[in-house]
């Protein structure tokens, strides 16, 4: 049998995707640097042990270096497979993302869903301003993303920036502008389920499945059935339908129960979460509500939008359909949802 290796001897994974961190200049805007590995050796060169012995770390990239608005789906599914890959190879103390900041929130709650039947800490980070210009605060991130897992004993997928370590779960970017960008509102859950060894069997499972298309309606003034329609169509796994206060939308008046009565009976997911930073989705407090749900509509409780895709996406990639995906859907499972 062999030895399991002491946490503090392990290596610290750095995984590179690109995004503003280490953006350099172009005639046309800030592009990603396709390569950072020399500016990591720079930063981990002063970085010590509490023993004072350099700390052993491994270095990896994404396919591409890429500004993180060009996430789509697929990306986001690659992604928590090479974290998965980098866990099983390296044994890694903790792996290190280094991710743009407009969709950080997003692929770090699908990570947090899609190997949470992994133990090891993974921690996202980026920067408001690339490494090397004035006043970054790509330094100060790193430092804090690489220290948070042994310092707080951090369990599960986190995010560091602004001088906060967030739950990916429970994590929004609320700024363009600050170097505090990003606001967990919401506090983890307590009590959460646990991934069980069926959970867990399929998650190990799904690693290179492709990933299903999923999307976000949000409800406003106008909103209607077509429009609805076109994005379940284009997202035939399911949608979030970011809804007002506790799960209200024109169900009547703009026919989207009828289109989501339609939709959920060819199989497709409608989650209802809320557009408010505080409060949870109720969907029989009012009338309205209550059609959406009789349509078949199923409450994200206080999940945040970032949260309700990344489950979705994440339980639907790893098989689960159904009656058996309603039903993680509405259970708290690492901490991302009361009610």
Sequence with gaps: MAAVRPRASRPLAVLYTGGTFGMVP?????VP?????????????????????PIEWVYSETERAMDSAEM?????????????????????????VIHGSDTLAYSAAF?????????????FTGAQLPIGFE???????????????DRQALQGVHIAFGGSVLPAVRATKRSAQSLRAFAAPRTLA?????VDDRLAGALRRAAGAPAPRTGLVKVVPGVNAPQLVAAMNECPTGIVLECYGSGTAPAVSGGLADAIRAATGRGTVVLAV?????GSVVLDRYA?????????????????????LGKLGALARAGFAGAELRDHLGTNLIGERHG
Aim: aromatic content about 2%.
């Design 190 to 194: 307590a009590e959460p389920a646990g």
């Design 111 to 123: 990570a947090a869903f899609a190997v949470a039947d992994l133990a090891t800490p993974i921690v």
């Design 288 to 308: 309205v509500g209550s059609a959406l749900a009789d349509a078949g509509a199923i409450s994200a409780g206080d999940m945040t939008s970032e949260a309700a």
């Design 274 to 278: 809320t557009q408010c930073e505080d």
């Design 135 to 149: 006043g970054t605060d790509a330094i100060d991130n790193f430092s804090l993303a690489i220290s948070a897992p």
């Design 26 to 30: 172009s005639a046309h805007g800030l």
């Design 33 to 53: 640097n396709p390569r950072l590995r020399s500016e990591i050796e720079g930063l981990m060169a002063g970085v010590r042990r509490t023993d004072g012995q």
């Design 72 to 96: 789509d789906c697929e990306a986001l599914g690659r992604l928590a497979d090479q974290l998965r890959e980098i866990i099983t190879r390296d044994d890694p103390r903790a792996v290190v």
